[in-house]
């Protein structure tokens, strides 16, 4: 999920009607509530996959790894629905679904007997304000199979017949590798038996903080394209005077906020740093570029408005 700008047209530009659609197991015209129905069926589906990959790992497995094989079983599930409807977009909740469940299996795991109730309670209440924050603005957003993301459609073009093994690796399973290592801090942090501290509030102040900024951007996108006259008019008020790409900044702050909340645990190697770093390397090297070069392309103001205004880190406008 590579994340959604202002300066794009939406999902709603880019065609269903793209590729083969030997597998499709519904009609181009499925509605909205629908395909929200046949969404929401795949998700339940691969939670019960996770559940039963899960319960058959043998009880001195790591978490670790009956996470990760849960998480690729949930993922392979969804990407066989995403082949039957022939639309990659299946996926793009997956991002924000996936946290939600994590927490608290792992919260509940014997490990994590010892851990202080109120880092717990913090923990998983942050990230399930994200999780469900998130995937209602995606709902709210959401054409509908119909429809799928124009990022996925270039890709179609650019892979020919390859384009579904693309898919499966590029477009389901490295997002899932993505999130699965942003979560990699939950373990210690719903884990370790250390008391809550004062880096435990840092990190749920930066963790607020992400989710109010995003959803301010949010808002302020949704009512620019309710009023906006036209496709070449762009949003440059509010938080979009101040960074270009105000909700990918929100989306990255929030994985430092959990990462520090594995810090404040005490017990947070290094290496559970990787997500947050990955993410914000997939924002800054290839989410925003991508989005740029589209938006200079097809709107002569934006040239501009990426001389004057901040590439990611909300700052003061140029002159």
């Excluded at 969804?78 to 994590?102: K, L």
């Excluded at 890709?155 to 899932?176: D, E, I, N, Q, V």
């Excluded at 990787?274 to 938006?295: C, E, K, V, W």
Aim: charged share 15%.
């Amino acid at each position: 999920r590579l994340g959604r700008s202002v300066h794009e047209d939406s999902a709603r530009g880019a065609s269903f009607g793209v590729g083969s659609r030997a597998s499709r197991l519904m009609p181009r015209s499925i509605s909205r509530p629908a395909s929200l129905f046949w969404v929401s069926f795949a998700y339940l589906a691969a939670l019960g996959v996770a559940a039963v990959v899960a319960r058959m790992s043998g009880p001195a497995t790591h978490p670790l790894w009956v996470l990760a094989a849960a998480d690729a079983a949930a993922t392979v599930t969804v990407f066989a629905f995403s082949v039957g409807f022939d639309n990659t977009s299946m996926y793009d909740p997956y991002w924000s679904v996936a946290p939600i469940a994590i927490g608290p299996w792992l919260a509940s795991r014997p490990v994590a007997a010892n851990a202080p109730l109120a880092r717990t309670v913090l923990v998983i209440a942050l990230v399930s304000l994200w999780g469900v924050r998130l995937t209602y603005n995606w709902a709210v957003g959401s054409p509908g199979l119909s429809h799928e993301d124009w990022r996925y459609a270039e890709y179609r073009t650019k892979a020919g017949r390859a384009y579904w093994l693309l898919s499966f690796f590029g477009l389901h399973f490295m997002p899932t590798v993505m999130v699965f290592l942003g979560c990699l801090p939950l373990l210690p942090a719903l884990t370790s038996a250390r008391p809550i501290g004062a880096l435990d509030v840092v990190a749920a102040a930066v963790t607020l903080g992400a989710i109010a900024i995003e959803t301010v951007a949010d808002a302020q996108l949704r009512a620019f394209r309710r009023k906006r006259k036209g496709p070449s008019e762009m949003l440059d008020t509010g938080l979009w005077a101040l960074s270009r790409h105000p909700n990918y900044f929100g989306e990255v702050m929030f994985w430092w906020g959990v990462f520090l909340f594995g810090v404040a645990s005490g017990e947070a190697a290094a290496w559970t740093a990787a997500g947050a770093l990955a993410i914000t390397a997939l924002f800054a090297f290839i989410s925003i570029p991508m989005m740029d070069r589209r938006s200079a392309a097809r709107r002569p103001e934006y040239a501009e408005y990426m001389r004057r205004v901040s590439r990611l880190v909300p700052w003061f406008p140029r002159r």
